[in-house]
């Protein structure tokens, strides 16, 4: 099948964002799990709330606490990096959807 060079173009725009995202997430997350290692964020004023709006898999440190720990920190920060990576990845994909095709 052969796809108009203006479909392939969306596609391709679309893909960058939705990958640009994902490697955003995937930062975020890993910066605020090495942020919350070095520092007490526990006591600082707002912190912790600024930490969900960015990385909302981190969530699963305090639902999973107990299998967290089994799993060690590395392996246990290295799975909510992934997830907030798919969580960024589904988000842009979902912008990208709704703003059509348009023209670059």
Known sequence: MVLPEDTIKIVDKGR???TLSAAIGFVVAVLIGLLTSFVDIFNAPGAIDAIFVFCPSYY??????????VMGGVLAMALIA??????????????????????D
Do not use: C, Q
Not at 60 to 69: A, G, P
Not at 87 to 103: D, E, F, R, S
């Open 16 to 18: 960058r964002i939705i």
């Open 60 to 69: 699963l440190i305090f639902l999973f606490s107990d299998e967290m720990k």
């Open 82 to 103: 992934f997830i907030n990576s798919g969580l960024y990845a589904v988000i842009a994909a979902a912008i990208v959807g709704l703003k059509g095709p348009t023209p």
